[in-house]
């Protein structure tokens, strides 16, 4: 293995030092042929055909509150409101119009149902007109005989006062006047139970509407309107066979609880969606950092270490401290919603909470810490030459505070540098081989290193 090891070392040297010295092509600047008493000795040529071999990508320096930043681990989840079900509201037979992961909008048809219960609520709607109509007919009757009976009274009045006034009586006439009169509250009865059957035929009628717009999610007005069908004008509700349940929020499909074709019972789940734009970030804090997050504490959301996820992707969110505390593990909940949507936020998906809290410490320059590596019993980095960008600088690294993510550096390096971010291994491995291991000393401004005797 330690021979592998070596050759590995070799083959790796070999690539940087031929990179050196030819052309590179793709337009970057050719690099330069120095003699080994001009080049400084601690810099590593890194032309286009470098970084393309060895896959080194850059991170650039910045400003963070390290110090007063605290980092957690959690995982995204749906919000609560975030999925919707579509059941069976009338037992029937499923015929799905969708699948599963499959996008919807607002009012795309989910699936449609043929229930044996749909033709029985159409007749209560139709017995109930049928009611309304026979009720309204009665009330017409029963208001043509009060009225009758009232203008026969009238006259025989008027005949008895004609009479009275010749000192005429007819004790018949006034026996009919009187029973004609004494018909007349049978007769505003009559009318008013008719009237009381209307109002029942029509209070059957708005519950089966509201049965069947339940059913169809149609609304009243709308099953009520008269169309065409088959040659003539009738309600809308009448011409429905095939219920069709429509979405009522976007969406994607996430389950289908059914088989196409399936009978189900009401209230069965036929399938649910999901909105995967409402999502929040559930992270478990320590106990003894409560205190810590009140004063109007800033949160911000950064993705998980992955090659295709810029480490500065990071995404501003609203924190809220959750009701719920593990009092084993001695940790709080720390429920956060993000203001802004990126593709790698997803439910399941695991990231970190930065929350900057209150502190008197300013801000400092920091790299990230997976741009430092080891190099026996001290830490370096390669800091890219601003000089030369086909150069990186071998530097051992002045670190400060480290929140597991950044870290502060106290010397060497300016806001505008970038570091080396992957590769950084490699270009250790190289500079222990070509011997280019930095000595003690500083850096100025434009760059260049010099040794503590200078």
């Known amino acids: 293995m330690k021979q592998l090891f070596t050759i590995c070392l070799t083959i790796l040297t070999a690539i940087l030092l031929s990179a050196c010295s030819s052309e590179e092509p793709g337009g970057d600047a050719p690099a330069q042929d120095e003699a080994a008493g ?22 650039p320096v910045e400003r963070r509150r390290v110090d007063s930043t605290i ?30 992961y499959q996008p919807v909008k607002l009012g795309d048809l989910l699936f449609r149902f043929r229930s044996p219960k749909w033709p029985e609520l159409q007749h209560e709607i139709i017995e109930a007109e049928q009611a309304i109509a026979s009720a309204q007919a009665a009330i017409t009757v029963a208001r043509s005989k009060i009225a009758e009976t009232e203008q026969r009274l009238k006259l025989m009045k008027q005949r008895l006062e004609a009479l009275a006034q010749a000192d005429i009586k007819n004790a018949d006439l006034e026996t009919q006047a009187q029973e004609i009169e004494a018909t007349l509250p049978r007769l505003r ?3 008013q139970q008719d009237e ?52 009522t929020q976007p969406g994607v499909v996430e389950r289908l609880a059914l088989t196409d074709g399936a009978f189900a019972e009401a209230p069965s789940l036929v399938l649910s969606t999901i909105d995967p734009k409402q999502v929040r970030f559930r992270a478990r804090a320590l106990q003894s950092d409560l205190a810590r997050f009140n004063g109007g504490a800033t949160a911000m959301i950064t993705p998980p270490s992955s090659s295709g996820i810029a480490i ?68 370096v980095f390669f800091r890219r030459d601003p000089a030369d960008p086909n ?39 190289a500079s222990q081989q070509s011997g280019v291991s930095q000595k003690g000393g500083h850096f100025h401004a434009d760059g260049t290193f010099h040794a503590e005797d200078h």
């Open 196 to 247: 009381t059957t209307l109002a029942n035929a029509h209070r059957n009628r708005e519950h089966a509407m509201h049965v069947a717009s339940s059913a169809t999610r149609i609304e009243e007005g709308r099953l009520s309107e008269l169309v065409e069908y088959e040659g003539s004008k009738v309600p809308a509700y009448q011409t429905i066979d095939w219920i069709e349940v429509r979405a």
């Open 312 to 379: 500065d992707d990071v995404v501003p969110a609203e924190m809220t401290i959750g009701l719920e505390a593990h009092p084993e593990q001695r940790t709080v909940a720390l429920l956060a919603t993000p203001s802004e949507q990126r593709d790698w936020i997803r439910p399941g998906v695991s990231a970190f909470l930065e929350v900057n809290v209150d502190s008197t410490d300013g801000y400092a320059l920091a790299i990230p810490r997976s741009a430092i590596v080891k190099d026996g019993i001290v830490h």
């Open 38 to 59: 001009d080049q400084p000795a601690n810099r590593i040529a890194i032309p286009a055909t470098v970084r393309n071999n060895l896959g080194i990508t850059f991170a």
């Open 189 to 191: 009865a009559e009318l």
């Open 391 to 429: 150069k990186a600088i071998r530097v051992e690294a002045d670190m400060g505070t480290n929140d597991g993510r950044w870290v502060a550096i106290n010397s060497g390096l300016s806001l505008n540098d970038e570091v080396v971010l992957n590769g950084a291994y490699e270009l250790k491995l």
């Open 71 to 100: 980092r957690v681990p959690g995982v995204f989840e749906l919000q609560p409101l975030a999925r919707h079900e579509y059941r069976m509201v009338l037992p029937g037979e499923v015929e799905l119009k969708v699948n599963q």
